[in-house]
């Protein structure tokens, strides 16, 4: 069982940065997967990013891939996500999620997570 809280969100200009954390409580960390999903207003929630326990195994969804980076620090029971190159279709309430199992088809369904943070909002606007 996982307890997780999103930070990092803001008002950032396009073209601009910024880095999401996630912070985990509970056992066994680095056994969970952990998913970033973001949900713009009026729209479904859609996958954005996915890493495994160990770090070594990323995926990420088209419309992000090369703008950002997934990267987990077990040792203190964080993941981040750096988003790059920020537009305001990237605008929304981002959410972190914990699974308890790896694939690469894990962020198409939202019942495969199992622990959800409340999210933190994301605003790409000049």
């Known amino acids: 069982q996982l307890q997780l809280v999103e930070s990092g969100g803001g008002l950032v200009q396009p073209g601009g940065s910024l880095r999401l954390s996630c912070s985990a409580s509970?056992?066994?960390?680095?056994?969970?997967?952990i998913g970033w999903f973001r949900q713009a207003q009026g729209k479904e929630r859609e996958g954005v990013s996915l890493?495994?326990?160990?770090?070594?195994?990323?995926i990420y969804a088209d419309s992000v891939k090369g703008r950002f980076t997934l990267s987990r620090n077990n040792a203190n029971n964080m993941v981040y996500l750096l988003m790059d190159s920020l537009n305001p279709e990237d605008s929304g309430v981002y959410f972190c999620?914990?699974?308890?199992?790896?694939?690469?088809?894990?962020?198409?369904?939202?019942?495969?997570?199992?622990?959800w943070g409340h999210g933190t909002q994301v605003t790409v606007s000049s």
């Open positions: 999620a914990a699974s308890r199992f790896y694939n690469d088809y894990l962020l198409r369904r939202l019942e495969n997570f199992d622990s």
């Open positions: 509970g056992s066994s960390f680095d056994s969970w997967a």
């Open positions: 890493i495994s326990g160990s770090g070594v195994r990323t």
